[in-house]
């Protein structure tokens, strides 16, 4: 199909609006055009084709989800099933949801389409605290992190709309360098071999891969999140502005990831709270081609991690002083402190005779 249909203007056309598609209704027209049902959906420049993963999905009605061994979807804590949507929280303080695909993972490209709401009671800065999307080894685990316990193994994906650190700082009476700001609410990734700490404090900025500015509250139209992990390339985009186009949010090469790791959401509210809501999750099984070189290169890992990865904030601790140092440190510093009052006295004695001089 791609060397028939690949370099026709037409077709590509028609990749591109798929690309940028999320609702699956023109979807279903182009396969219906293709006259094939169960046909692939070509996303790319020629090589990739897209399925939906039923095993993977959740959308309405939500008949997957339960506590049942046969349920594709798994709850815990106060998330509830409704008939439009998935509520991990309820606008009300200290509440904890989670939603957990029971299937593990297989595949070795894939994208997830996150359909969510965010929205409550709280003005500008007083709600929170956002909510979590997963690719983690563990599922069904509650802690501090959005819901899911901390030091996780896998990929977590932010969407924090409460700004900790800032908080923080405005209260210490310190102001941010304008370069380092981050705008609420805001996405932001991380990739976790089990040894980080999520650091809630400062919103996990010590260990983020990467993020962006996301105003996702109280809209009245759909947002929209996806994940794309393609030869260990992760991209996050965006559909939050009711214009149905994908927005680039973060983009980070060289991300290893394993396989039959779980999907999952989570949310948690603190002092201040807003209903998270999980509409659609949807996971698409990308097909691309791989070079004899690829394949080899992207052999399966059993950790995760991130080529090249510089976490910012994580210098290396000071090496201890050795006993020497630490005696030359004290010596040396006797010495300055007796030179300096050896010196102030002799200023000192000057000063007087000067002084007496002048009486004189
Ligand atoms: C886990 O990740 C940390 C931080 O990125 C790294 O220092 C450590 O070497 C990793 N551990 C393993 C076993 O790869
Ligand atoms: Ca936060």
Request: proline share 5%; charged share 20%; hydrophobic share 40%.
């Amino acid at each position: 199909m791609a060397a028939v249909l690949g370099s026709s203007g037409w077709w590509r056309r028609w990749w591109w609006r798929g690309l940028l598609t999320r609702d699956g209704s023109r979807m279903l027209l182009l396969l219906l055009l293709l006259g094939s049902g169960q046909g692939p959906w070509q996303v790319g420049a020629g090589q990739t084709f897209e399925y939906l993963k039923r095993e993977h999905s959740l959308s309405k009605p939500y008949q997957g989800v339960g506590t049942g061994s046969s349920s594709l979807w798994n709850l815990m804590g106060n998330a509830m099933v409704m008939t439009q949507y998935v509520r991990l929280t309820p606008d009300m303080q200290s509440k904890q949801g989670a939603l957990w695909n029971r299937v593990p993972c297989f595949l070795r490209d894939w994208e997830l389409q996150v359909h969510f709401k965010i929205h409550g009671q709280g003005k500008k800065n007083l709600h929170g605290d956002g909510l979590a999307i997963w690719y983690t080894k563990e599922r069904m685990q509650s802690g501090p992190v959005f819901g899911n316990m901390d030091k996780f193994v896998g990929l977590g994906v932010f969407v924090d709309t409460y700004p900790n650190e800032e908080k923080q700082q405005e209260a210490q009476k310190r102001r941010y360098s304008p370069g380092v700001q981050r705008v609420f609410p805001y996405i932001s990734a991380m990739v976790n071999n089990g040894s980080l700490s999520y650091d809630h404090e400062r919103d996990g900025r010590p260990t983020e891969l990467g993020g962006c500015t996301a105003i996702v509250r109280n809209l009245h139209y759909d947002t929209f999140l996806v994940i794309r992990y393609v030869k260990r390339h992760l991209t996050i985009m965006m559909d939050i502005d009711g214009k149905h186009e994908w927005r680039d949010c973060i983009e980070v090469p060289g991300v290893r990831l394993p396989r039959g790791y779980y999907f999952g959401a989570s949310s948690i509210t603190g002092d201040l709270s807003d209903n998270h809501d999980i509409i659609s999750l949807k996971l698409f099984e990308l097909t691309v081609e791989r070079t004899p070189e690829e394949e080899k290169l992207h052999r399966d890992v059993f950790l995760p991690s991130v080529d090249n990865m510089k976490l910012p904030e994580m210098t290396a601790p000071l090496p201890p002083l050795s006993g020497l140092a630490l005696f030359l440190i004290v010596f040396f510093s006797l010495v300055f402190f007796v030179f300096a009052i050896v010196i102030g006295i002799i200023l000192y004695n000057k000063w007087q005779d000067q002084s007496r001089k002048r009486f004189y």
